[in-house]
Every structure is written in structure tokens, then in C-alpha cells.
Antibody
């Protein structure tokens, strides 16, 4: 079975940092393009960013609200995707999901709360 | 950035009814449009990709159509489990892969 499992969420103060992880199993992770999507409490879905496979250049793209503050990386030896979040703002609060490129598979999400 | 506008924001219907949800893009996305269903406390579930292809395991009552800037998701006969929020998302040539704001389908 394909599984994506996020972790690393929690409570952080504005200006702080956090690293989320997404461990993937059940398909060849090294070939996969993976997205991060977030959802603020009671709000809609917001695409955060994407990383291509290393074979396709490993290129990353980000949404404007997070560009320059968030970085996506991957460790193919660990089947793990990371979302490094710096200079966190209150408006970054929400559930963060990792998903495959076409959106067929999603993790269960991890909650990030930015509050003083 | 491509903006997706979904309509209506909320729809109140009864089981057994037919429903059509709309998603309009601010510029052409070709056929690179997907539809998701999300229930409270759950991750989104892919229903339709590439505008009209049903994802694996999705019932035949769900269908998608459209291309360019205008897209629709149709549920031919609502089941009780279909009451949820529906989002469209575009994956055209270049990120960001924006989502629509969602349509909430509620029981009348």
C-alpha cells in the first residue's frame, strides 16, 4: 500500500523555525515529484511548493507567500521529503500535507501552530 | 498566477439529486485540472484528473468535463457520503498549482 506520513508539526513562536518530514512507502520515491499543500483552520487548500525527482533535476517551486522562507528538500536514501520553514508567521498556521504530483496519494497531515 | 473561481460557494441539495459544480480559470489551463473531495478532518481525495479522467476507485456517478478556462464536476445522483467540500486545482505548465476556494455541498 502507498503511504505518506507527515510529522514534525507543533507550536512555534512567530519568527521561529520548524522542519516537517514526509516519509513515503509503497512506490519508488526517488522517481516521484512531491507537493506540499496546507490548510489554515476552517479555510481552503493552499499549494505550498513542489520538488521534482533528482532524475528530473530536483527543481523546487514555491508559492509566493512562502518563497524565500520555506525550502523543500529530499533524501531519497530515506524515502523522505522535508519542508524547512523559517521566519514563521501567524498566517502559516494550519495543517500541512504532502501529496504526490497528480494528487492521488496524500498523507494525513501535520498541524503547525504559529502563536506567541 | 492563475486564479480559479468556484461556484457556487455553497449548495444545499437532497440525496438522489443531480449536481453540477463549476470551476473557472483566469487563463487557460488546457486540460490540467483536477477535482478533490474533502470531508472534515480528512485529507483531500482525488476524484478527477486531467479534467475528465476518474481516479482509481471513484464511483461512476462522478464525472468531469471542460477545457481551457471552464470546467464542471457533475455528480449524477447524490449519495449521503457525497456531502463534503469540493476543490478544483490546476496543474498547468508551471507552478504555482493553485486551488479554487471550494464549494460546500450540504444536505438540504
Amino acid at each position: 500500500d502507498v503511504q505518506l506520513v507527515e510529522s514534525g508539526g507543533g507550536l512555534v513562536k512567530p519568527g521561529g523555525s520548524l522542519r516537517l518530514s514526509c516519509v513515503v512507502s509503497g512506490f519508488p520515491f526517488s522517481n516521484a515529484w512531491i507537493n506540499w499543500v496546507r490548510q489554515a483552520p476552517g479555510k481552503g487548500l493552499e499549494w505550498v511548493g513542489r520538488i521534482k525527482s533528482k532524475g528530473d533535476g530536483g527543481t523546487t517551486h514555491y508559492a509566493a507567500p512562502v518563497k524565500g522562507r520555506f525550502t523543500i528538500s529530499r533524501d531519497d536514501s530515506r524515502n523522505t521529503l522535508y519542508l524547512h520553514m523559517n521566519s514563521l508567521k501567524i498566517e502559516d498556521t494550519g495543517v500541512y500535507y504532502c501529496s504526490t504530483e497528480v494528487g492521488l496519494y496524500w498523507g494525513q497531515g501535520t498541524l503547525v501552530t504559529v502563536s506567541s | 498566477e492563475i486564479v480559479l473561481t468556484q461556484s457556487p460557494a455553497t449548495l444545499s441539495l437532497s440525496p438522489g439529486e443531480r449536481v453540477t459544480l463549476s470551476c473557472r480559470a483566469s487563463q487557460s489551463v488546457g486540460s490540467y485540472l483536477a477535482w478533490y473531495q474533502q470531508k472534515p478532518g480528512q485529507a483531500p481525495r482525488l476524484l478527477i484528473y486531467d479534467a475528465s479522467s476518474r481516479a482509481s476507485g471513484i464511483p461512476a456517478r462522478f464525472s468531469g468535463s471542460g477545457s481551457g478556462t471552464d470546467f464542471t464536476l457533475t455528480i449524477s445522483s447524490l449519495e449521503p457520503e457525497d456531502f463534503a467540500v469540493y476543490y478544483c486545482q490546476q496543474r498547468s505548465d508551471w507552478p504555482p498549482y493553485t486551488f479554487g476556494q471550494g464549494t460546500k455541498l450540504e444536505i438540504k
